[in-house]
């Protein structure tokens, strides 16, 4: 099942508001990157769409932020019926690329 492009240019959207100076960048990573995410044989709910979410300055609690940005993209998940996966990491820890998963989404990964 294709992405519409208008629903990750909303999710971008709804991520600046949130963090307004902060918001460096949102990455399309995983199967939705070819937005061919297929519907599984076994099921008629199509794959989530996996972002990152690139933030400037410090993240304090991972868990909060992560509901932060919860919050406003659930209501999307909802309207397009598909889960909508986000993980938060500061510019300067994906900057360092120490963790494979970071090293595999600049590699693969397609800005949004």
């Known amino acids: 099942m294709k992405i519409d492009p208008a629903t990750i240019a909303l999710i971008r959207d709804r991520l600046s ?9 949102l990455i399309i ?4 990157v ?3 995410a ?6 008629d709910i199509a794959s989530d769409i996996d972002c990152l979410v690139v933030i400037e300055g410090a993240i304090d609690d991972y868990g909060t ?7 406003v993209v659930y209501p999307i998940a ?3 019926g598909r889960r909508v996966s986000c993980k938060p990491v500061t510019a300067a820890e994906f900057a360092r690329q120490e ?3 970071h ?8 800005a949004a």
């Open 103 to 110: 090293r595999e989404i600049l590699r693969t990964g397609r």
């Open 38 to 43: 297929e519907r599984s044989p076994t099921s």
């Open 29 to 32: 990573f995983g199967s939705s």
């Open 78 to 80: 909802v309207a397009i």
């Open 17 to 25: 508001d949130l963090y307004a100076e902060r918001f460096q960048q």
């Open 99 to 101: 963790s494979p998963l």
């Open 34 to 36: 070819d937005e061919v």
């Open 65 to 71: 932020e992560v509901g932060r940005i919860l919050d």
